[in-house]
């Protein structure tokens, strides 16, 4: 069974960074697509950011400029670096990938992150 692990999700100021964490249990070379969405109460799930195996990257224009997604695949993990955080961006993040050999997406536990002052 493949499993996401997120981290690095809290509290911050507005203005301030924050960078997420997304760990494969397995691995993620030659994975065609990843990358991020989020989640706020009574809406639906939005599209943050992506990245394809041959490293191009899609984002949302509300976080284009301050957010950054990368990817290790020796490390099978992936991250978006999120800087010039503002209060609109306090969601649940969530990762996923798309393993090619699974059907389905595979999701992360999702991290709250939250920006207030």
């Known amino acids: 069974q493949v499993q996401l692990v997120e981290s690095g999700g809290g509290l911050v100021q507005p203005g301030g960074s924050l960078r997420l964490s997304c760990a494969s249990t397995?691995?993620?070379?030659?994975?065609?697509?990843m990358g991020w969405y989020r989640q706020t109460p009574g809406k639906q799930r939005e599209l943050v950011a992506t990245?394809?195996?041959?490293?191009?990257?899609n984002y949302a224009d509300s976080v284009k400029g301050r957010f950054t997604i990368s990817r290790d695949n020796v490390k099978s993990t992936f991250y978006l670096q999120m800087n010039s955080l503002r209060p609109e961006d306090t969601a649940v993040y969530y990762c996923?990938?798309?393993?090619?050999?699974?059907?389905?997406?595979?999701w992360g536990q999702g991290t709250q992150v939250t920006v207030s002052s």
């Open positions: 397995r691995n993620t070379f030659g994975v065609p697509a």
């Open positions: 996923y990938v798309d393993f090619p050999f699974l059907p389905t997406a595979t």
């Open positions: 990245i394809n195996n041959g490293g191009n990257t």
